[in-house]
Nanobody
């Protein structure tokens, strides 16, 4: 059974940094586009960042220059390095895996809270 396990969420002060991790099991990881989404209280889930099979990255405008997505295919893990965090980054962050003609997979989420 495919599993995506996120970790790294925490309470952090504004301006601080966190690194989220998502480890995938039971998929051919290197063939999947991996992404991070987030959902703040009372809001819809939104796209944050994506990395393709050949490591091409894309970001939503609000995190450009502050967040970096990366992947390590050797250990089936995708990361989200988050710097200069703001209170509006507070959300549950979800890992996502997708590829053409395959189901889309989601993790259970990890809570990030940015507050002083």
């Amino acid at each position: 059974q495919v599993q995506l396990a996120e970790s790294g969420g925490a309470l952090v002060q504004p301006g601080g940094s966190l690194r989220l991790s998502c480890k995938a099991s039971e998929i051919i990881f290197r063939s999947y586009i991996m992404a991070w989404y987030r959902q703040a209280p009372g809001k819809q889930r939104e796209f944050v960042a994506r990395i393709s099979e050949d490591h091409i990255q894309s970001y939503t405008n609000s995190v450009k220059g502050r967040f970096t997505i990366s992947r390590d295919n050797a250990i089936n893990t995708v990361y989200l390095q988050m710097n200069s965090l703001k209170p509006e980054d507070t959300a549950v962050y979800y890992c996502n895996a997708q590829r053409t003609l395959s189901p889309v997979y989601w993790g259970q989420g990890t809570q990030v809270t940015v507050s002083s």
